[in-house]
């Protein structure tokens, strides 16, 4: 019903700059929070930045100052733009979306994208 699709990803070195991004498609009546999150190896998930629909952003202390979270409303599309990469950012990187699949929805449904890697090393 719903589908998001990451691109963007890639290797870069330390020091350097990856801009990801998501576009949702499908049956969407509304999106709310937009997310990112990253795995790295052995770890758990961890969400990096969220978007609410009407701006509002937070970050992990991790990325603070160096990630910037965006989105466009009209296009269904959310941006990570990723500054001053360190090998610590290495991870796949997933795209999450709390959707309203028609204007009689009471809730949110939450989806997920398939993941991009980001590799930081030199």
């Known amino acids: 019903q719903v589908q998001l699709v990451e691109s963007g990803g890639g290797s870069v070195q330390p020091g350097g700059s990856l801009t990801l991004s998501c576009a949702a498609s499908?049956?969407?009546?509304?999106?709310?929070?937009m997310a990112w999150y990253r795995q790295a190896p052995g770890k758990q998930r961890e969400r990096v930045a969220g978007i609410t629909s009407d701006g509002s952003t937070n970050y992990a202390d991790s990325v603070k100052g160096r990630f910037t979270i965006s989105r466009d409303n009209t296009k269904n599309t959310v941006a990570l733009q990723m500054n001053s990469l360190k090998p610590e950012d290495t991870a796949v990187y997933y795209c999450?979306?709390?959707?309203?699949?028609?204007?009689?929805?009471?809730?949110?449904?939450?989806?997920w994208g398939q993941g991009t890697q980001v590799t930081v090393s030199s």
């Open positions: 499908g049956s969407i009546f509304s999106i709310g929070v």
């Open positions: 999450h979306a709390q959707v309203k699949l028609y204007s009689w929805s009471l809730y949110y449904t939450g989806y």
